[in-house]
Nanobody
Framework: QVRLVESGGGLVQPGGSLSLSCATSGLTFSEYAMGWFRQAPGKDGEFVAAISPSDGTWYGDSAKGRFTVARDSAKRQVYLQIHNLKPEDTGVYLC????????????????WGEGILVTVSS
């Protein structure tokens, strides 16, 4: 059974930094592109960042310059580092796995984590 479990969320002040982790199990990690989506209150889901099996990366417009995605094949985990957090970054962040290449759309994702809340507020 495939499982994606996020950790590292919480309350952060604007301008601060936060690191999210996604632990995976039940899949061949090296064959999946891994990514992050987020959903703010009252808004549709938004693509944030993704990394391919060959370590190529892709970022959503709102994440460029402030977000970094990485993967660790030994630990079978994917990470999202966020800097200079803004109130509009608030939302539930979900880890996603897609066989083969990166998906920037919700319907292209094969597996999802349950999500973890990030709140940016002073």
């Amino acid at each position: 059974q495939v499982r994606l479990v996020e950790s590292g969320g919480g309350l952060v002040q604007p301008g601060g930094s936060l690191s999210l982790s996604c632990a995976t199990s039940g899949l061949t990690f090296s064959e999946y592109a891994m990514g992050w989506f987020r959903q703010a209150p009252g808004k549709d889901g938004e693509f944030v960042a993704a990394i391919s099996p060959s370590d190529g990366t892709w970022y959503g417009d709102s994440a460029k310059g402030r977000f970094t995605v990485a993967r660790d094949s030994a630990k079978r985990q994917v990470y999202l580092q966020i800097h200079n957090l803004k109130p509009e970054d608030t939302g539930v962040y979900l880890c996603a796995a897609t066989a083969g290449s990166i998906s920037t759309t919700v319907n292209g994702v094969d597996y999802w984590g349950e999500g973890i809340l990030v709140t940016v507020s002073s």
